[in-house]
Each structure stands twice: as C-alpha cells, then as structure tokens.
C-alpha cells in the first residue's frame, strides 16, 4: 500500500509505516516517547507495536478506560498529570495507539501540554483508520454532548496496521463499517456500491477498502481543512447520529452504542430527509435502508425517545447562528451542507427507520 501524502503529514501503511516511523524516530531530537493506550489496546495491540519500534528514547506507556464515557476532561487531566510526573517536555512525542477515543483524545493532550507537543497516530480500530485518526480533527465530550471540545492539529504522521483488526470483535469492524459507508453515499457512488451485496465480513478486501476510504476522507480535509465548505460532508448521517448516541449513553433505559451503530441510523434518517428536502431517490433511499440494516441491527425508538433526541440537535457542532444544520444528499456521491429541516420530516424520519 503506497503512503499518502498531505501538507502537513503523511499516512503510511503495514511494514513500511514502521519503518517511516522509526526513521523519524531517529532523525527527531525527541526527549521521551509516551504511547497512550486503553486497557483493549494495552493488552492485544502495545506488544506487536513495541516489537516493530526501534529507538533508543525512552519510552513511558499511559493507559486511560477504554469507551466513550471516558471521552472527557478529566481524562485528559489525568493524562497531563501523568505526563508531567514522568517528565514530560516540549520535545516529548506521544504516539496514540487505541481507537478513536484513544487517537481524539490523546491528539487533544497532545496539542495542549505545553502548548503542544509531537503526536503520531497509531490507529487499532477500523474507525480509526478510517476516520478518527484523519484530518487533524482530536477533541473530548462535554458530557454526554460529543467532541465539544477541542483543536484541529494535524500530527506528524498516522501508521495504519491492519493486522490490529485481527483483535477486533465483530461489532467493533461493523462501527467502522459505517464511516465507509459514509464515505461512498457523500463521494462515490462506486465505493458505495462495493458494500451493497456485503454478507461475509471474512471475506473482504479491506486493505484495498482502507486505503479508498482514506483517500476520499484525505481529499476532502485538504481541500476544506477548517470545515469551513466540504468538510462538513464528512459529518452525513452525523447530525441526528451523534444526537441518538448521546442520548443512549445518558439514558439508562437505553443500550450504550457504539459510534458507528448510532452513525448507521442517522445515515438512514437523513437519506429519509434528504427525499422530502432535497429531492433524494425515495427508491435510493430504500436501497440504503435496506443495505445498512443487513449490517446493523435495528434499535428500537419510541415516540417518547424522538423529542429528547431532537432537542440534543441544538448542540450539533456544524450550527451557526441558532440554526440546526444537516449534510444532506441529492443522490449519491453530490452532498448539499448547511440545509435546514422542518421537525415533521426528522419524525418522519423516525418513523421511516422503524417501519
């Protein structure tokens, strides 16, 4: 797999991104290595990573809980303490090897400590290849009301290692599958249709679907890195999928999801928008529907659940000035940003998801 290059890092993969990394390792003037880990990476991913290090630097190792709920400030107070204890300068590197969690947050440490330090993501999951660890985009919860807080920093470099996703469990690959997803209906129709017939997770290519993925997610950070355009159409399906999110991690009459879970349901909610707001195929829409729920299995939402979610909207990071704003899609691949929507189609759109 051939790295990939931007303006301000580079992404490299397998054999070759160990030995990127250890080469800027050596030609680096970095005082400490701390990697930042969670008890899952901690225990299935830190001993292959070590292996496949060469340096001389010491190397301290911060682990965090692993999960959503511990997303937050005080995390991240924990971490800087720790930091500081061990010596911590502004010449340290931290290298963030974990999921999501672990690369938001620890890019989020990064960047603040000292008013910043060196980082390099070191992706485990399928979401954080993808996704998370792309684009310079780290940041905690405020709450339960997702990445409220934080900067957008690209770090030095991100190592992809698909072999991690051996240590995976299966609905950890399915919340990665969601971004992949995302990333076909707001940019290619073809990629989309490479997850249309998908029944055996055994049996997909994912090296060539990893490197496509982030492709589409590289190309649109470089064109729009401060999410100011294009950018906002990484967040399709986001909209009404971190409010659900939100709203089953503070209810406990509810499952936790997983982010790629609740991503899956606004997907389909907002494909549902999309017909009555901007004239999306109503037999596209059933084709999504009908793909997404072959990989997801259906939540169940009561009518009492839909006005808690629809006041979480306000809090969604793409509004601006009091307005609620959603990515919407035209037809595959031709996103529209900043729409708003009339609260009868969001509750349509609850009703269409549990029909």
């Given amino acids: 797999m051939t790295s990939i290059q931007t303006e301000d890092y580079s992404i490299h993969f397998k054999s070759n991104g160990y030995k990127e990394l250890n080469a800027h390792l050596k030609n680096s003037d970095y005082s400490k290595i701390f990697i930042l880990v969670d ?9 292959m990573f070590l292996s496949n290090v060469e340096t001389d630097v010491v190397i301290e190792i911060i682990e965090i809980e692993p999960g959503e709920t511990n997303k937050t ?3 991240c107070v924990g971490v800087w303490d720790a930091l500081s204890e061990l ?3 502004r010449k340290s590197l931290m290298i963030n090897l974990g999921g999501g969690v672990v690369t938001d947050i620890g890019g989020f440490i990064a960047s603040t400590f000292k008013r910043g330090i060196s980082y390099i993501n070191v992706p485990t999951t399928l979401l954080a290849m993808v996704d998370a660890s792309i684009g310079g985009k780290t940041g905690v ?10 900067v957008i920093n690209s770090g030095e470099m991100v190592l992809v290692d698909t072999e991690f996703l051996k240590t995976l469990p299966h609905n950890e690959i399915r919340s990665g599958l969601a971004e992949m997803l995302k990333h076909g209906l707001i940019k290619s129709k073809a990629y989309w ?23 589409i997610k590289k190309d649109i950070v470089v064109s729009d890195p401060n999410e100011n355009g294009m950018r906002k159409t990484l967040n399709y399906g986001h909209t009404l999928g971190h409010a659900i999110e939100s709203y089953c991690l503070s209810n406990p009459q509810k499952n936790d999801l997983l982010h790629g879970e609740a991503i ?36 169940s939402f009561s009518e ?15 509004n601006e000035h009091g307005n609620i704003n959603f990515v919407l899609l035209e037809e595959i691949g031709t ?3 900043n729409r708003t929507v009339d609260n009868k189609h969001i509750i349509e759109a609850f009703h269409y998801y549990n029909s």
């Fill in 39 to 47: 008890s899952n990476s901690h225990n299935y991913c830190l001993p």
């Fill in 73 to 75: 400030i005080d995390t």
């Fill in 87 to 89: 010596g911590g300068d």
């Fill in 141 to 150: 919860d405020l709450g339960h009301l997702k990445n409220q807080i934080g």
């Fill in 193 to 215: 249709n490479k997850f249309t017939n998908l029944s055996d997770f055994n049996n997909i290519d994912f090296d060539t679907l990893i490197l496509e993925s982030i492709i």
């Fill in 264 to 299: 899956a349901i606004g997907m389909i909610m907002e494909t549902y928008i999309s017909t009555k707001e901007s004239g999306f195929s109503m037999s596209d829409c059933d084709n999504i529907k009908e793909t997404i729920l072959n990989i997801y299995d259906k939540i």
């Fill in 304 to 318: 009492s659940d839909f006005a808690p979610i629809i006041e979480l909207l306000k809090y969604d990071k793409k």
């Fill in 335 to 337: 996103p529209i940003v």
